[in-house]
C-alpha cells in the first residue's frame, strides 16, 4: 500500500512511539486542510512541522499566533478533534461580523501554512472515572468541546451514556450535524437533541424551535437530574442553563462550564495607588525585573504586573486572555518571588518548577525571568 505521510512529517515519522509530542515552545504547526463546517464556520487541522504528536485531554484549548497587518495577535480556540488519533490536531472556529482575528485566519490560513501556537490549556475536560451519564449541552461553536469529548468516547467508551444538545439560530447553522448523526449509529447510548431557534426555508426541519427550556430539557433528557453535566456557548446561554439546572434542583457539584470570558483579577485601591508611582520607586524597593533572554533590565512599580514591565521595554511575551487563564504568558522565573492569582492556566506541577503567568503575577521581590 502506497501511503502518504502527513505534511510536515518525514516518511518514517508514522510511528509514535518513535515520535516526542508537539512542544508549542519550539514547533510551529503547519496546516494539514481547511473545511467548511457551516456558515461562516471552518476547521482547521494542523500536523507538527518536522513530526511529532499531539498530547492534550478533550476539551482542551490552544492559542493562536497570527501574523495580521496591524500587528501579532493571540487568539484561544478550543480543540475540536480527539487526542486518540494524535497525529493532527483541529480547531473548529466561528466569524462574526466583529471578529478581526478569525477573519485573518478565514482569509489567509491555507494548506501549507505555518502557524505558532501554545498550549494546551484548560479544565473543561471529563475526569477519571468516566462517569455513567453525561448530558453535553451547547450553543453555536461552543459545540467544539462537546465534540472533543464526544470523539474521544467513540474512540475509548462508545457504550458511554450521552445526551448531547445543541442550540443554533438555524438548522443550517448546526455545526458537526452528519458526523452527529453517524456517531448516533455507532454509539448506542448516544442520544441528539438539536434545538434551532426557528425553522427556514434553507434547511427542512421537523423538529423543536425555539430557546431551551424545562420543557424542551425533560423532553430531550428526562433524566437530567442523574447526568455528569457539561454546557459550554455564549455567556447568556450558559446562565440560562445553569440557571434552568439550579431551579430544578440539580446538584451543581456535577455541572461543568467553559468560558474565555473571565475579567482579570481585580487590583485593589492600595495595589493601584502604588501602581500610580514613579518607577524609580521600585528601584529603590527593589522591585526590579531582569528578562534574561534580552538582557532588559527595568524598575517595576509595585502593582505592576510582569507582562506590563515587559511591555514597557519591548520584551515579547505572548499573552491572550490577560486574565489568567490561557496560559499563552507562561514564562520560568529563575528567581525572586511573585504574587500570582490566576484562573486556572497554569498547574500546579508548572509552579513548582519556577513557571509563572506574567499576566498576573506582581514582584514581591527583584526577579529574573527567562523572557
Not at 100 to 120: C, L, Q
Not at 133 to 149: D, E, N
Not at 157 to 171: E, G, H, I, Y
Not at 314 to 323: G, K, L, T, Y
Request: with cysteine; charged share 20%; hydrophobic share 40%.
Amino acid at each position: 500500500m502506497n501511503m502518504q505521510p502527513l505534511m510536515g512529517q518525514t516518511p518514517d515519522a508514522l510511528h509514535l512511539d518513535e515520535l516526542k509530542p508537539w512542544n508549542s515552545a519550539r514547533q510551529m504547526l503547519v496546516c494539514l486542510s481547511v473545511a467548511d463546517e457551516a456558515p461562516d464556520v471552518k476547521t482547521f487541522t494542523f500536523a507538527v512541522e518536522g513530526g511529532g504528536w499531539f498530547r492534550y485531554a478533550p476539551g482542551q484549548f490552544i492559542t493562536v499566533e497570527l501574523r495580521a497587518k496591524g500587528g501579532d495577535l493571540h487568539r484561544t480556540y478550543t480543540i475540536s478533534s480527539t487526542p486518540s488519533r494524535p497525529y493532527a490536531l483541529s480547531i473548529t472556529v466561528k466569524a462574526q461580523p466583529t471578529s478581526i482575528g478569525t477573519r485573518w485566519m478565514f482569509e489567509n490560513i491555507k494548506p501549507g501554512s505555518r502557524m505558532r501556537a501554545y498550549g494546551p490549556s484548560g479544565h473543561f475536560t471529563l475526569t477519571r472515572p468516566l462517569a455513567s451519564k453525561y448530558l453535553f449541552v451547547s450553543a453555536g461553536s461552543g459545540v467544539t468541546p462537546m465534540m472533543s469529548m464526544l470523539r474521544w468516547l467513540a474512540d475509548c467508551a462508545p457504550m458511554t451514556d450521552v445526551t448531547f444538545l445543541n442550540a443554533s439560530r438555524r438548522p443550517e447553522e448546526i455545526v458537526f450535524r452528519s458526523e452527529l448523526e453517524l456517531l448516533a449509529t455507532r454509539m448506542p447510548n448516544l442520544k441528539l437533541g438539536f434545538i434551532p431557534e426557528a425553522a427556514t426555508t434553507a434547511s427542512p426541519w421537523a423538529g423543536l424551535t425555539g430557546r431551551i427550556d424545562r420543557t424542551k430539557l425533560q423532553l430531550l433528557a428526562p433524566d437530567f437530574l442523574a447526568r455528569e453535566t457539561f454546557c459550554c456557548g455564549p455567556d447568556p446561554f450558559m446562565k440560562a442553563v445553569s440557571g434552568l439546572l439550579r431551579s430544578e434542583g440539580f446538584d451543581m457539584g456535577h455541572y461543568h462550564q467553559e468560558s474565555f470570558g473571565l475579567a482579570p483579577t481585580p487590583i485593589s485601591p492600595l495595589e493601584g495607588e502604588m501602581s500610580a508611582q514613579p518607577t524609580e520607586r521600585g528601584a529603590k524597593e527593589g522591585l526590579t525585573i531582569d528578562f534574561l533572554s534580552t538582557g532588559e533590565h527595568i524598575a517595576c512599580a509595585p502593582g505592576d504586573t510582569v507582562l506590563k514591565a515587559a511591555r514597557a521595554v519591548q520584551v515579547r511575551i505572548p499573552a491572550a486572555c490577560e486574565s489568567g487563564m490561557c496560559g499563552t504568558c507562561k514564562v520560568k522565573k529563575r528567581s525572586g518571588e511573585v504574587e500570582m492569582h490566576h484562573n486556572g492556566g497554569i498547574t500546579t506541577r508548572e509552579i513548582d518548577e519556577g513557571y509563572i503567568l506574567a499576566c498576573c503575577s506582581r514582584p514581591l521581590t527583584a526577579l529574573e525571568i527567562e523572557a
